[in-house]
């Protein structure tokens, strides 16, 4: 394979390694005049940022993201040099000139660092309704960048040893409105970008939620050190320190969010944080408020506190635990629980057996996804899977489970009834995050209970087979026997009629006749119960014939569309055929409808049947009705009857899948 | 000629065809057995039963092509213990004519099968009246029959048989010439092409109600 470079790839890496060495220099030469604390955030933003930017532009030459960390990185590069510079002791030469570059441009430099973290994973705002609140923020940002730029508004705060280089009347005015102009500025700008990071997260799906996890995770650790370091020791250092770690994250979640996944890395920190905190808050409650009760005891107090903390520390960790299981992977269900709402599943009208196998592990392991596997070991075929959306694994054997994708399983459990295998549980989780004890044992005790399932899946499968064939069997036996011999009779009554006719006897010629007649009319009423039996017509020509005949018996007229191009198996031609059937005779019987649409098209998720009408509605899957009947027979095709009814008509559907 | 596997059957259509001045000139099991006794002997007609061995499914139309193949001249009258739609398209648009399909009740109304017998050696259509009257009888969404008369709709089922305007006429003891209008009138309304050949105008009537 040869790899040609884009069109504009070639200038965009030259145009990197200049800005990149442009950067370098700023950034070294700013640290050799002194890093101040005040702008040490500054260099740390500006070496951070342009180097993941650059190399995720390397990595990634079209990524938009890239760029903007870039632009970030090289802007707090301008400005962390030139304060540097108008901060040294010493006044350097041209001081004041560089030093106002490294001030008045922070307004819009705050801007672009929103922006960039606004479009963060991909380089574009989430929706077009943002960008009049960009334009709003950059209005807002060249506003209070213009007086700066005009007035030594910010010099107090920067503490610039060189003086602003300009010395325009109105400075007094301007000092009186900047401060109130940056309160409201300043805290628009923050908002626009958090609330922007919100709207994004909630509406994020798999990959980008992922990467946007990431991103969150290091704010939010960078922002919980900036607050403790301002809290406890009153600098910014620990919180400036912890800026870069803002950017490499961001750019692993660009480029290697696939490869690590954060959740248990965020379920450990919260699970950390929260107990460092309530560890300290105890022992210090225990030392200062008991100590100033009873003083003079401090040793013992101390050996107190140590104990109490130790002490609660296992029940406290278990439930902090919890807590951030529960905001990390949502609700995670109690083995006890997931009993119970198994029961509830596998109680559940219509299908959903298999399913409610598959999301009861789900909820009770905090799985990634769950697949129920039946068959012999060295075929099994995936029945089920959570979460639904997801599609079906191809087949697997017993012994390669481990190798499906998306992520090695951790656990798959073999389901056995009886002594006999019936199939396999795999349960994926988050990369890292293994199965408890607790959790293998509910996984085992659920394998048993789809063993039973499967079974019960599998008894029931036999028994509409058995009654299947044994319908065409009778249908058969009918046809070749009791038919075959009334047509031969009624045609033995015929050759009597002729001859007692023609030997004058007109009484029994009439009397035969008529005997004749009921004759072929009971031979009628059979063929139509060897019909309904099982259509001979179905085996034989196959579906559109059989539907055909539907329709032209329907008491409604029925617009047919019938799209199957081969022959199906057996078991699925006649679920499909009886669907239509009990359709079409509720709709005579119930719907007052004047129009029935009756489709059956082969896709590739199965044979789609519909019988929709436009009548009045009220259909429902009753006990004891045929509707039920058909849902259970289509529960052994892993099929679901769906049935929606209203006023203004009725739709019968199901997909059979087949293969 | 006749096949079928069902040997009572057989033989008692056998006794009553003779009876009726008929010449049985063979009998036969399946459809291999009858096609050697065509090929040896080209009866008139050959009675088929749809359904015979092996695979009872529709052995008797591929048994009636492969008859029209070796010997063209001879009639086909394919007996069924069910009528189906898709089998009489079949046979109205396979075969040129000289074809029927009938219920197998129909054999004990001797005079009507030995004269539907005889209609098929002459090259003409027949076409069971229990499938004729379950297509005119189907409901549509826009029926467009609801524009006949109640006399063209009994022309219509007729026409649908195989009967010629000639038999029609019989049939109804009408004059030749009210029977051409009335189909000139029916197949006006329903938007048919005309055509004179009987086997064609089935066709046409039979797709045109299976619509």
Same mark, same amino acid.
Not at chain 1, 320 to 325: F, Y
Not at chain 1, 348 to 361: E, K, M, Q, S
Not at chain 1, 477 to 497: I, M
């Given at each position: 394979m040869t790899r040609t470079a884009k069109p504009g790839a070639v200038p965009g890496r030259m145009l990197g390694s200049v800005l990149g060495a442009v950067t370098a220099v700023l950034v070294v030469g700013g640290f050799v005049l002194g890093p101040h604390v005040g702008n040490l955030h500054n260099g740390l933003i500006a070496a951070s940022f342009t180097a993941v930017g650059l190399y995720v532009v390397r990595?990634?030459?079209?990524?938009?993201?890239?760029?903007?960390?870039?632009?970030?990185?090289?802007? =707090?590069?301008?400005?962390?040099?030139?304060?540097?510079?108008?901060?040294?002791?010493?006044?350097?030469?041209?001081?004041?000139?560089?030093?106002?570059?490294?001030?008045?441009?922070?307004?819009?430099?705050?801007?672009?660092?929103?922006?960039?973290?606004?479009?963060?994973?991909?380089?574009?705002?989430?929706?077009?309704?943002?960008?009049?609140?960009?334009?709003?923020?950059?209005?807002?940002?060249?506003?209070?960048?213009?007086?700066?730029?005009?007035?030594?508004?910010?010099?107090?705060?920067?503490?610039?040893?060189?003086?602003?280089?300009?010395?325009?009347?109105?400075?007094?005015?301007?000092?009186?409105?900047?401060?109130?102009?940056?309160?409201?500025?300043?805290?628009?700008?923050?908002?626009?970008?958090?609330?922007?990071?919100?709207?994004?997260?909630?509406?994020?799906?798999?990959?980008?939620?992922?990467?946007?996890?990431?991103?969150?995770?290091?704010?939010?650790?960078?922002?919980?050190?900036?607050?403790?370091?301002?809290?406890?020791?009153?600098?910014?250092?620990?919180?400036?320190?912890?800026?870069?770690?803002v950017a490499v994250a961001a750019g692993a979640a660009i480029l290697k969010y696939r490869l690590y996944d954060i959740d248990p890395v965020i379920n450990r920190s919260l699970v950390l944080g929260a107990m460092a905190a309530v560890v300290t808050l105890g022992y210090v409650t225990v030392v200062t408020g008991v100590g100033r009760l009873v003083d003079?005891?401090?040793?013992?107090?101390?050996?107190?506190?140590?104990?109490?903390?130790?002490?609660?520390?296992?029940?406290?960790?278990?439930?902090?635990?919890?807590?951030?299981?529960?905001?990390?992977?949502?609700?995670?269900?109690?083995?006890?629980?997931?009993?119970?709402?198994?029961?509830? =599943?596998?109680?559940?009208?219509?299908?959903?057996?298999?399913?409610?196998?598959?999301?009861?592990?789900?909820?009770?392991?905090?799985?990634?996804?769950?697949?129920?596997w039946t068959g012999p070991p060295d075929e099994l075929r995936a029945v089920s899977i959570w979460p639904a959306a997801a599609p079906l694994p191809p087949p697997q054997r017993l012994t390669d489970l481990s190798a499906v994708p998306p992520a090695a399983i951790v656990v798959a459990v073999p389901v056995v009834h009886d002594g006999q295998f019936r199939g396999a549980i795999t349960v994926t989780k988050a990369p890292g995050d293994a199965l408890t004890g607790a959790e293998q044992r509910l996984v085992g005790d659920l394998a048993a209970q789809a063993g039973l399932v499967l079974e019960l899946r599998a008894s029931a499968q036999r028994?509409?087979?058995?009654?299947?064939?044994?319908?065409?069997?009778?249908?058969?036996?009918? =046809?070749?026997?009791?038919?075959?011999?009334?047509?031969?009779?009624?045609?033995?009554?015929?050759?009597?009629?002729?001859?007692?006719?023609?030997?004058? =006897?007109?009484?029994?010629?009439?009397?035969?006749?008529?005997?004749?007649?009921?004759?072929?009319?009971?031979?009628?009423?059979?063929?139509?119960?060897?019909?309904?039996?099982?259509?001979?017509?179905?085996?034989q020509d196959g579906l559109e014939a059989a539907l055909g005949f539907l329709a032209d018996r329907s008491a409604v007229p029925v617009r047919l569309t019938v799209a199957v191009d081969r022959r199906l198996p057996s078991q699925v031609e006649a679920t499909a055929y009886f669907v239509v059937s009990e359709g079409l005779t509720n709709v005579a019987k119930h719907a007052g409808a004047s129009l029935v649409t009756v489709r059956a098209e082969l896709t590739g998720a199965g044979l789609v049947v519909e019988v929709v009408d436009d009548g009045r509605g009220g259909a429902a899957v009753r006990p004891g009705s045929g509707l039920e009947g058909l849902a259970d027979r289509l529960a052994t095709l892993d099929a679901r009857l769906d049935v929606r009814s209203g006023p203004f008509g009725t739709r019968l559907g199901t997909v059979i899948p087949c293969a | 000629m006749l096949a079928d596997d069902a040997v009572l059957f057989r033989e008692g259509m056998a006794r009553i065809l003779t009876d009726f001045g008929f010449a049985v000139t063979g009998q036969a099991g399946d459809g291999p057995a009858l096609l050697d006794l065509v090929r040896a002997d080209p009866p008139d007609v050959a009675v088929i039963d749809l359904r015979m061995p092996p695979g009872y499914a529709a052995e008797g139309i591929d048994t009636a092509a492969a008859v029209r193949a070796v010997a063209p001249d001879v009639g086909l009258m394919l007996l069924s213990q069910y009528v189906e739609v898709h089998h009489a398209l079949r046979l109205m648009t396979e075969f040129d004519g000289g074809v029927g399909y009938l219920l197998k009740d129909r054999v004990s109304d001797l005079a009507s099968f030995g004269a539907d017998v005889r209609k098929v050696a002459r090259r003409e259509t027949v076409i069971d009246p229990e499938l004729v009257a379950r297509l005119v009888a189907r409901r549509r969404e826009r029926d467009p029959l609801e524009a006949l008369t109640d006399r063209e709709r009994t022309v219509l089922a007729l026409m649908a048989q195989g009967l010629s305007n000639v038999a029609v006429a019989n049939g109804l003891h009408l004059a030749v010439k009210t029977v051409e209008a009335h189909v000139t009138s029916i197949f006006a309304k329903l938007g048919l092409a005309h055509d004179e050949r009987e086997h064609r105008r089935v066709l046409a009537v039979l797709r045109f109600l299976r619509a």
């Open positions: 990595r990634r030459p079209g990524n938009r993201e890239g760029w903007l960390f870039v632009a970030t990185g090289v802007a =707090h590069a301008v400005m962390f040099a030139g304060r540097e510079y108008g901060l040294h002791a010493g006044p350097l030469p041209g001081a004041s000139w560089i030093g106002w570059l490294g001030v008045w441009p922070l307004p819009i430099v705050l801007v672009l660092a929103g922006v960039t973290v606004m479009s963060f994973p991909t380089g574009r705002l989430p929706s077009r309704g943002w960008r009049p609140v960009v334009g709003f923020l950059i209005a807002v940002g060249v506003v209070l960048a213009a007086v700066s730029l005009l007035w030594p508004v910010e010099y107090a705060r920067t503490e610039l040893v060189a003086a602003h280089p300009l010395h325009l009347p109105g400075a007094a005015a301007a000092v009186a409105f900047y401060p109130v102009a940056r309160a409201v500025g300043y805290p628009l700008i923050q908002l626009a970008w958090v609330v922007c990071v919100i709207v994004r997260l909630r509406r994020a799906r798999d990959d980008e939620s992922r990467q946007l996890r990431w991103f969150v995770f290091a704010v939010t650790v960078s922002a919980s050190v900036m607050v403790l370091g301002l809290l406890v020791w009153r600098t910014p250092v620990p919180g400036a320190l912890t800026v870069p770690l003079g005891h401090g040793t013992a107090l101390s050996l107190v506190a140590t104990a109490v903390v130790a002490v609660a520390f296992e029940p406290l960790r278990r439930r902090v635990q919890r807590l951030a299981d529960w905001l990390v992977y949502g609700h995670r269900a109690t083995p006890y629980e997931a009993l119970a709402r198994l029961s509830a =599943h596998l109680s559940a009208p219509a299908g959903g057996l298999l399913d409610g196998i598959c999301t009861t592990v789900a909820d009770g392991v905090g799985a990634r996804q769950v697949v129920l028994l509409v087979a058995a009654g299947d064939s044994a319908r065409r069997r009778l249908e058969r036996d009918l =046809h070749d026997g009791v038919q075959q011999r009334l047509v031969t009779v009624a045609l033995e009554l015929g050759s009597v009629v002729r001859l007692a006719a023609a030997s004058g =006897h007109a009484k029994v010629a009439a009397g035969a006749e008529a005997v004749r007649v009921d004759l072929l009319a009971a031979t009628a009423e059979l063929r139509e119960m060897a019909r309904g039996l099982h259509p001979a017509v179905l085996t | -």
